[in-house]
Structures are given as structure tokens and as C-alpha cells.
């Protein structure tokens, strides 16, 4: 019974903004499920692509940097950094890249890794329409 005396305790703006957190947090659980899954791994150095390859076929890759080489692994839908130069290795640690607009960065090697899709024409999104 003690357990429910803080709800009778609570105003009815308690209350709303409960309900409105209890929702963000639903809504942040479930928007990772309507993500488009990629379907190519584009790589920049210096603001030009040095690697593309799909993310079906698996496969491992060395790209230079300005540090030394970072080596990347596509499997299973999906690319991660599986070593790098740098000293945090905070790439590493990002995890694995699948979905559409997902990022991996190794910023003291200056490599931008980032997950494309196939734009279809009717459901492309767009970021910003400029005249």
C-alpha cells in the first residue's frame, strides 16, 4: 500500500509530465526499428571518397590515413573499425554501422565513414531544400 502513496501525492502537472516522459522514452526505444537498413559504405579522407563497397558482400579493408592504416570489416550487414592508429580508439568503440545515415568517425586519422541507401524517388528524404 506505501508503494502508491507517492502517486496520490503527485499534482496533476506531476502527473502530465510523466505521461510525457514515460512517451519520450517509449518513442526513443522504437525509432531505432524504423530505420532503413544501408546498403553501401562510403568512406571520406580530406572531403573525397576513397572507398565504396555494399555492405552485403563481407569483406575487410585497409585505408590510409595521416596516423597509419585503419582497417575496416563489412559483414553481416554491417561496417565497424577493427583497428585503428589512434591513441583513444574511440572508433573502435563506436560499434557497427547499419542503418541509413549512421556515422563511424576516426578523427585523428581523418576518415568519415558513413552508411548510404538506394534513394527510390518516392520515399528519399531530404535534409534541406534550398531555390
Do not use: Y
Not at 2 to 21: E, M, Q, S
Amino acid at each position: 500500500m506505501k508503494a502508491i502513496g507517492w502517486v496520490k501525492r503527485l499534482t496533476p502537472f506531476d502527473r502530465k509530465l510523466l505521461l510525457v516522459v514515460t512517451v519520450i522514452v517509449v518513442f526513443s526505444f522504437l525509432l531505432p526499428l524504423s530505420q532503413k537498413r544501408g546498403s553501401r559504405v562510403v568512406v571520406r579522407a580530406d572531403d573525397r571518397i576513397v572507398f565504396v563497397a555494399p555492405l552485403a558482400k563481407e569483406q575487410q579493408v585497409e585505408l590510409e590515413g595521416p596516423l597509419g592504416i585503419t582497417v575496416l570489416k563489412v559483414e553481416n550487414g554491417g561496417v565497424r573499425v577493427k583497428s585503428s592508429p589512434c591513441s583513444q580508439k574511440v572508433c573502435i568503440h563506436m560499434g557497427e554501422a547499419r542503418h541509413v545515415g549512421d556515422l563511424l568517425a576516426c578523427v585523428p586519422n581523418q576518415l568519415v565513414i558513413t552508411i548510404e541507401g538506394e534513394d527510390t524517388g518516392e520515399d528519399a528524404e531530404f535534409d534541406f531544400i534550398s531555390r
